[in-house]
């Protein structure tokens, strides 16, 4: 058990409309990440978050959102579904970003869009 | 941004031989570079690390190489077992105007043939 918590495990939905990925980080930890899996594809880095503020930005796209709150836990908003988003929603967490840190994963979220 | 490139994208091997998966990068400032381990609808998890100050490090049967002026480093298996199939992943910490975060190579699948 990594400490990291991902809700849902599974989600099913059509394509059009919008889904919520929750993740809570390790006790402690400041810094989440979300990571986007497809199918025989490796991890895209899609956005980082330290204690509440936006950090750093890779390959998301204007149709997803994310936050975190103050509590630390954080959201990431995937709408307008498209048949392509079906992928595994990796969230991540760490101590103290721009250190050497091990990222801790959570079990992921599994999107399928039909 | 920094890009990482990771060969084989599949590697098979006898169960008892050895199994090296190498990566480049391009961030010549990157300084950190651990190895994720995925079984089968798990999550990635660390199995080694290595930092730019060092050229070699062991765990048993896993040991990583790095090279910083050619930029690349490699992970290697020896006496490769069956529970070591898997995908691995190389990585290495950007960094760079505040953000900071992994990124990873496309994965190896190894495959351990009895």
């Known amino acids: 058990d990594s400490g990291v918590t991902q809700t849902p495990k599974h989600l099913i939905t059509a394509t059009g409309q919008r889904v919520t990925l929750r993740c809570s980080p390790r006790?402690?930890?400041?810094?989440v990440y979300w990571y986007q899996q497809s199918l025989d594809q490796g991890l895209q880095f899609l956005i980082q978050?330290?204690?509440?503020?936006?950090?750093a930005k890779g390959n998301i796209l204007e149709r997803f959102s994310a936050q975190q709150f103050p509590d630390l836990h954080s959201e990431l908003n995937l709408s307008s579904l498209e048949l392509g988003d079906s992928a595994l929603y990796f969230c991540?967490?760490?101590?103290?970003?721009?250190?050497?840190?091990?990222?801790?994963f959570g079990e992921g979220s599994r999107l399928t869009v039909l | 941004g920094e890009n990482v490139e990771q060969h084989p994208s599949t590697l098979s091997v006898q169960e008892g031989d050895s199994a090296v998966i190498k990566c480049t990068y391009s961030?010549?400032?990157?300084?950190?570079f651990p190895w994720y381990k995925q079984e089968l609808g798990k999550r990635p998890q660390l199995i080694i690390d290595?930092?730019?100050?060092?050229g070699e490090k062991k765990d048993q049967r896993i040991a990583v190489t790095l090279n910083k002026t050619a930029k690349h480093f490699s992970l290697h298996i020896t006496e490769t077992q069956p529970e070591d199939s898997a995908v691995y992943f190389c990585?290495?910490?950007?960094?760079?105007?505040?953000?900071?975060?992994?990124?990873f190579g496309k994965g190896t699948h190894l495959i351990i043939q009895p």
């Open positions: 991540a967490s760490s101590g103290t970003p721009g250190r050497d840190g091990e990222l801790f």
């Open positions: 006790s402690g930890d400041l810094s």
């Open positions: 978050y330290y204690n509440g503020e936006e950090r």
């Open positions: 961030d010549s400032a990157s300084n950190y």
């Open positions: 290595i930092r730019s100050n060092v």
């Open positions: 990585a290495a910490l950007f960094s760079g105007g505040g953000a900071d975060g992994l990124t």
